[in-house]
């Protein structure tokens, strides 16, 4: 497995596309994935490859001076649990901090609303983000945001 920077927005965008689509349960409102496929563009990109193939990404955007956004990650699903998505967020928050960024944060739904992000709560977790706030209805009332930082 290896983690490659990626530059080329058209790269960033097949991508996205490629791994979200493969994701409907994470992923499954076609709005929401057409703004990450063209949010993609210019943003600090990482990618997994198996050999040629790419199997998960992740894309950070900045939110402040001092903040980047973990903004969308994705990893096949025949590939969780191997290590990638921490791989990728590793090489991401070293850029990250190169760049000269202080913070990471990540959003997600709240623990405890659906089992499947539950899964992605305990992940962040493991990372070391720690809790910063829960916004109930920034997406909506079924949905309440977590928000969750990390110092880097």
Request: net charge positive; aromatic share 14%; glycine share 8%.
């Amino acid at each position: 497995m290896q983690i490659r920077q990626i530059d080329a927005d058209t790269s960033k965008e097949r991508i996205t596309r490629m791994i979200l689509e493969a994701l409907p349960e994470w992923f499954g409102i076609p709005e929401s994935t057409k703004k990450y496929i063209a949010d993609s563009s210019g943003k600090l990109f990482f990618c997994a490859y198996d050999g040629d193939e790419p199997v998960g990404f992740l894309y950070l955007k900045e939110t402040g001076r001092h903040t980047v956004e973990l903004a969308v990650m994705g990893v096949l699903k025949a590939y969780h649990r191997r290590g990638i998505g921490r791989r990728l967020f590793e090489k991401a928050k070293g850029a990250a901090k190169q760049r000269g960024y202080s913070f990471i944060q990540v959003k997600t739904v709240q623990m405890g609303r659906y089992a499947i992000y539950d899964d992605t709560n305990r992940f962040y977790l493991s990372l070391g983000f720690k809790e910063l706030e829960v916004f109930p209805d920034l997406w909506d009332a079924s949905n309440p945001c977590q928000i969750y930082v990390m110092a880097i």
